[in-house]
């Protein structure tokens, strides 16, 4: 089939060459000309592991182009849009803005017959909005919401073999219509057994907000049980391990420690607030509120911790950060808890300086006041406390004897309880875990 894929940031880029992958003719389009350059010459403008791979094949076999025209995507038959729904600055709401830019632009160029798809997260109540203007603009299209729930860092695989597709379309025969046409897009998923749910707009829009706030949820329960364990003497993660293996609660998402960041979870579950506010249900997500509230506290936690570990005050003491992004195998380090933990330190008088082994060049953009060193061995030299706060795997692999050669102080705090406590006290070192007694 002919795709159109409007906005080539984390979520397009990867949608646009996995459809090029499943053997479609695929055009991705964004109004950035440097992002169209760089996927067009087979650059990945962030860091996604295997999307240079599919990049590369698709453009090398013809079934993928970028461009900034939107005229070059009128023979389409499906056009997914992938814009981003920022959080409003100041507010918990989401910025649809984009998401209202791309459908004007697109509706003017949708040929009868085609398909818009709607993949951005956005309020519920969206889609019927632009199922509206599609209706006045281009009469003889249709619209289906299909959200998307891919992970950064696995997007790729998780774009391929989805766990499930969810169709929201209009209850009517145009919409059952556009169903099908969508499950020729999605054929090889579907060839082997992908379950597909079709249901109304607003479901649609909902999964997606309520899939995120209980995948919250699940990380902020484990850090409050962290918080009680740590004063009651009991271990966190073996409490997850105990109640993970009820399969009603599953050992998933229950990974305890600096809390939950990136560009969808922390703003989805505000956006969603602000959404049941405006239509009157406000009462149903207040739980969301303390979600968010146990995140945020899990950032000063550590900060106190390490002031703790640092003998009291932080004023003069070399700290050195291990990850700066969000979680390990991405770039991103939109409302990383590292950076966030690195900055209040280094204000509360830390000298500190912050390792990763992708994220720098975004962090050195995002927090400029920090001191960045890619190199591991030189970062960690005469440190006084080491913080573990994004698991990549060159951490949890860490040699402690190694390391410890290099630091002033063997003083580690683990912030994702990635590393083998018994390991690295056997090699001299402090070592403080989340959601454990304190000194353990
Ligand atoms: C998330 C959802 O998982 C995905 O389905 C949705 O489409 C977009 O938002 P992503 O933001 O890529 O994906 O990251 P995810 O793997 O969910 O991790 C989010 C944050 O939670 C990271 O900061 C991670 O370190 C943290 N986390 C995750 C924990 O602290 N503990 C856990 O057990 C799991």
Not at 86 to 104: C, L, N, R, W
Not at 401 to 408: E, H, S
Request: proline share 4%.
């Amino acid at each position: 089939m002919k795709i159109s894929v409007i906005g080539c940031g984390y979520l397009g880029a990867v949608h646009a060459a996995s459809m090029a992958k499943l053997g479609h003719e695929v055009i991705g389009i964004d109004t950035d000309i440097n992002k169209v350059t760089a996927l067009q010459s087979g650059h990945a403008p962030f860091f996604e592991p295997g999307l240079p791979e599919l990049l590369d094949e698709a453009l090398s076999a013809g079934r993928l182009q970028f461009s900034t025209k939107m005229s070059d995507i009128s023979d389409s038959d499906v056009h997914f849009v992938c814009v981003g729904t920022p959080q409003k600055s100041g507010e918990y709401a989401a910025d649809i803005q984009y998401v209202d830019a791309a459908f004007s632009a697109l509706i003017p160029h949708m040929r009868p017959g085609s398909v818009a798809v709607g993949k951005s997260t956005v309020p519920v109540g969206t889609a019927s909005r632009i199922a509206a203007l599609i209706e006045h603009g281009a009469p003889e299209t249709h619209l289906v919401w299909n959200p998307e729930f891919l992970r950064e860092g696995h997007a790729v695989q998780d774009t391929l073999t989805p766990d499930r597709l969810v169709y929201g379309i209009s209850q009517d025969e145009k919409g059952h219509l556009a169903a099908s046409i969508l499950d020729h897009v999605y054929e090889a998923a579907l060839a082997v057994g992908t379950p597909r749910l079709i249901v109304n707009y607003a479901t649609a829009e909902l999964v997606k907000s309520a899939a995120n706030s209980f995948l919250a949820t699940k990380i902020s329960f484990i850090n409050a049980m962290a918080e009680v364990c740590e004063v009651a003497g009991a271990d966190v993660t073996s409490l997850a391990d105990a109640i993970g293996m009820d399969d009603r609660i599953g050992r998933k998402f229950l990974n305890a420690g600096i809390g939950f960041g990136g560009g969808c979870l922390p703003k989805d579950i505000r956006a969603f607030m602000a959404r049941a506010g405006e239509l009157g249900a406000d009462q149903a997500l207040t739980f969301l509120r303390e979600v968010d509230a146990i995140n945020m506290r899990r950032r000063s936690k550590v900060v106190e911790r390490t002031r703790e570990l640092c003998g009291g005050s932080l004023i003069g003491k070399r700290i050195t950060v291990l990850g700066a992004t969000f979680k390990p195998n991405s770039d991103d380090v939109r409302d990383s808890p590292a950076l966030s933990i690195a900055a209040q330190l280094q204000l509360q008088g830390a000298n500190v300086t912050v390792t990763d082994p992708e994220g720098l060049a975004n962090a050195m953009k995002r927090f400029p006041e920090l001191k960045y060193e890619r190199d591991l061995k030189i970062s960690v030299t005469n440190a006084n406390a080491v913080l573990l706060l994004t698991e990549w795997d060159e951490y949890t692999q860490l040699d402690p004897g190694t390391i410890g050669n290099l630091v002033d102080d063997r003083v580690i705090l683990d912030g994702r309880n990635a590393i083998n406590p018994e390991d690295w006290r056997a090699n001299g070192w402090t070592y403080q875990g989340i959601g454990i007694p304190l000194s353990q």
